[in-house]
């Protein structure tokens, strides 16, 4: 099943434009994913929707029917999984496995409008 490849809960932290960025991405067999992010201080954001992966690309849309600003190739590696850009393979993500902690679960913040200047990273 190519879903086996993507799915579970991944975990990203990076730094961009000299600010800290904490994901959790968790990816389910109803091909729905709840996306945990944290820009710099403050809580993590909880975004939600339903992705699509063909065995190659990984596409997504969130529950407001925004699509995710870039597809994603997929590639595997030991326990983690890297996600480059289509459009722009200089861009990607390397996630690791790692289980969504409870204290994020718990104490995320749902997006409001006036959160979304600040724009999800996948």
Known sequence: EKLEKVLGEWH????????????????YTDKTFDLYQKVGEGPHYLY?????????VLTGTYSDYTPWA????????????TLTSVANPDYLLTLKKESIPESVRT???PVTKAQEEVLPIL
């Open 48 to 56: 939600k929707g339903y992705f699509e992966y063909d065995g190659e």
């Open 12 to 27: 990203y932290t990076g730094v961009e434009s000299g600010v800290e960025i904490d994901i959790y991405l968790a990816l």
């Open 70 to 81: 870039q597809d994603y190739k997929v590639t595997r590696s030991n326990g983690s999984m």
């Open 107 to 109: 104490h995320y913040m």
